[in-house]
């Protein structure tokens, strides 16, 4: 069984910055891809970002082009989403989510586990 412990949430002032993580636990832990989606208030989840584990390939919503990246470690079993630029728009709850086989990046139904999120607020 894969677990998914996000951390890092928290709040911010526009125009400001913070990184959120995403550990990984399980007896074998290689998933195809490693995603970041976001569920604000009243609206439904969203894909933010998604990268392969194995490889470069890195995805991105319009919303967040630019401004956040995902990376990965593989010796640790993490993710992270540096976040810049933060805009009020951005506050919501942050999911990291392990896809276990090859689906569309942005589906929120292509990933297998989820992490119980990580709040970030943006203030005005």
């Known amino acids: 069984q894969v677990q998914l412990v996000e951390s890092g949430g928290g709040l911010v002032q526009a125009g400001g910055s913070l990184r959120l993580s995403c550990a990984a636990s399980?007896?074998?832990?290689?998933?195809?891809?490693m995603g970041w989606f976001r569920q604000a208030p009243g609206k439904e989840r969203e894909f933010v970002a998604a990268?392969?584990?194995?490889?470069?390939?890195?995805y991105y919503a319009d919303s967040v082009k630019g401004r956040f990246t995902i990376s990965r470690d593989n010796a640790k079993n993490a993710v992270y989403l540096q976040m810049n630029s933060l805009k009020p728009e951005d506050t919501a709850v942050y999911y990291c989510?392990?896809?276990?086989?090859?689906?569309?990046?942005?589906?929120?139904?292509?990933?297998?586990?989820w992490g119980q999120g990580t709040q970030v607020t943006v203030s005005e």
């Open positions: 989510a392990a896809a276990r086989f090859d689906r569309p990046a942005y589906g929120e139904n292509s990933y297998d586990y």
């Open positions: 990268r392969r584990w194995s490889g470069s390939s890195t």
């Open positions: 399980g007896r074998t832990f290689s998933p195809y891809r």
